[in-house]
DNA sequence: CGGAAAAGGTAATATTATAACATTCAATGC
DNA sequence: GCATTGAATGTTATAATATTACCTTTTCCG
């Protein structure tokens, strides 16, 4: 890996978002699956960063958008981006994050910055397999599987904001 | 592996907990920590079962064995017996377990059964390396790792009380 | 003993999430 | 077009989880 990941360095984020929001679209109409105004509004909202989003940092978003909503919208919303694999929860932090991998079947696995809050999502299938593999072993039947890593991203190593 | 791990078949559980006590007495006094009756008592709660217990649960127990306690007595007992690397918080429950390797030096992998609640806790090392290369790979320092996996265990696979 | 630090008690409150029910919207068949 | 109907949203209240702030008690140590 030469390169650092997106949410590590300067991109032109605006293209993240047009990307992200024209992949719902596309994978929404796909699925016969309504992407109404607000739903879409909430997306584009998670998409402002890399960082995960509280249901109640949306809720204070969509007000000064001027969407005065209460929390079932946006947890309403949030589920239906989730079932149509558009947001992760990021169960560490309650909180919620547009995925990268959208469309792709796929199990991902976050590195979350403890410093900036900037989340990676990876998918990994050696740590997919190794889980699958454990499972097994102990005749469990995995049917999802949630990796979080907490620690500091390449930015935050370098510039020393932290302990 | 033959046989069935602990939480997944009838075991003398008394020994589970007589053993769990036993070694948390040994460990904070190694360590200089004060095992005091109220986390001793919090312990021995968590450890009535191999499921996890959230925090009003165990109060709730708490107040039937006639300890009148707050949310923050068993949040902080819960805070010292996590340090002490006696107890794990099971994030996607918000829910707490008793570590079955007190002492070791571990990262552990949590099998979540969503019929019967039993938790298996593993110290997979192909898990913790998988993760720890693929955060690696990102140039992340992973500081600390959460791997739960939720899903049917092999005693519930059979007596089909689900779906 | 006396001071300091740790632990625990208590009340209030913050944060995250859901339940219950009314209303509006949008697709479909006639 | 228009009624029917299920999906989506609005609204209010409340549940479930967790923390803050402040004060009292206990333990440790010199
Ligand atoms: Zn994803
Ligand atoms: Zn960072
Ligand atoms: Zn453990
Ligand atoms: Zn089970």
């Given at each position: 890996m030469s390169a650092s990941a997106l949410p590590y360095r300067t991109h032109n984020h605006s293209a993240c978002i047009r990307q992200a929001l024209a992949d719902a679209r596309t994978l929404c109409r796909a699925n016969n699956a309504r992407l109404t105004p607000t739903r879409e509004q909430v997306l584009e909202l998670i998409w402002r960063s890399h960082k995960a989003l509280g249901a109640y940092d949306l809720l204070a978003m969509l007000a000064e958008e001027g969407?005065?909503?209460?929390p079932p919208t946006v947890y309403r919303a949030l589920d239906f981006l989730q079932r149509q694999g558009l947001v992760h929860r990021i169960t560490s932090l309650n909180a919620f994050l547009g995925c990268t991998h959208a469309g792709e079947q796929h199990c991902g696995q976050f590195l979350i910055c403890r410093n900036c809050r900037n989340v990676l999502e990876l998918t990994a299938p050696e740590v997919a397999l190794a889980v699958g593999q454990a499972s097994a072993d102990e005749a469990f039947v995995a049917e999802d599987t949630v990796v979080e890593v907490i620690g500091l991203c390449p930015a935050c190593q370098l510039s020393g904001n932290h302990d």
């Open positions: 969407h005065r909503a209460a």
